[in-house]
């Protein structure tokens, strides 16, 4: 008896992965007796196995694709700015003349390669950016020893964020204007197949 009630508790998921092998007569004899079971308490299951469709078991989706596509391409973008964020930080530190410092240069770079890639970049890009302008007045001042105060630190803060925000921002712009005619160019061709079929 006990034995019994085991068999009729496979799920239904896995009873529908057994089904075509049993119709098809290569399931292995317990894999068989396991369906007949499971099918005998199941209603749902054996209308499947009948062919009528049963409403009240709901059809499995399949996982989005695109959504795990782009969590992937998310990661792999977040990855790309950690080595942006080190590479920048590292030409800041290393070659700050306290004139100028053309490795900012690079940002607009990197947010339009970025925004280019994935839109959805964005809050990653700002904190990657508010970390330089930190970065950047902490340089300043430690390049500076004698004229170090808040009043200066708070200014190379503020300077920082307005230029860097800027550059950041142009970079945004371009990528957003790429992705866009990228985006645009792609989908008529969807269109077409669509109108195609």
Not at 1 to 13: F, G, N, S
Not at 38 to 55: E, F, I, N, S, Y
Not at 132 to 145: N, T
Request: glycine fraction near 8%; aromatic fraction near 8%.
């Amino acid at each position: 008896m006990k034995e019994a009630a085991e068999t009729t508790k496979i799920p239904c998921a896995v009873c529908r992965d057994l089904m075509p092998l049993v119709q098809d007569g290569v399931a292995s004899p317990e894999s068989e007796a396991l369906v007949q079971a499971h099918m005998a308490v199941c209603p749902a299951c054996r209308a499947l196995w009948q062919g009528t469709d049963d409403p009240a078991m709901p059809e499995q989706s399949a996982p989005d694709d695109g959504k795990i596509l782009q969590r992937l391409r998310r990661r792999y973008s977040t990855h790309l700015l950690l080595l942006a964020f080190a590479g920048i930080a590292a030409g800041i530190a290393l070659g700050y003349t306290g004139r100028s410092n053309w490795v900012i240069l690079l940002l607009p770079l990197v947010w339009g390669v970025l925004t280019y890639r994935d839109t959805g970049m964005g809050r990653p890009l700002l904190l990657f950016t508010l970390g330089l302008v930190v970065l950047d007045a902490i340089v300043k001042q430690l390049a500076f020893l004698e004229s170090f105060s808040i009043g200066n630190f708070l200014f190379d803060l503020a300077s920082g964020c307005i230029l860097y925000a800027a550059l950041g921002g142009i970079g945004w712009l371009i990528g957003w204007l790429l992705h866009y005619a990228r985006t645009a160019r792609e989908e008529p061709a969807d269109d077409k197949d669509q109108k195609n079929t």
